[in-house]
């Protein structure tokens, strides 16, 4: 979805860009961070389960999960 010339001045506004080297530094550490999300969603989706969740399981000797009963 493009941006619209009053989100692109906003952008400009709040960043304080003056230059090219303001706007090449500010789309390089978006891209970075979009693409931080991006592998983080698929490893989320490869997984299974989201970063730093526990995963249960029924194995007593990987410390995770309840014990079976006897």
């Known amino acids: 979805m493009p941006a619209t010339k009053q989100q ?29 999300e991006l592998m983080e969603a698929e490893l989320d989706a490869t997984l299974g389960y989201e970063k ?3 995963e249960k399981s029924r194995h007593p ?6 014990p079976p009963r006897h």
Do not use: C, H, P
């Open 8 to 36: 692109i001045r906003q952008i400009l506004a709040d960043n304080n860009l003056n230059s090219v080297a303001d706007v090449y530094s500010l789309l390089r550490e978006s891209f970075k961070d979009i693409l931080q």
């Open 61 to 66: 000797i990987r410390g995770m999960g309840t």
């Open 52 to 54: 730093n969740q526990r």
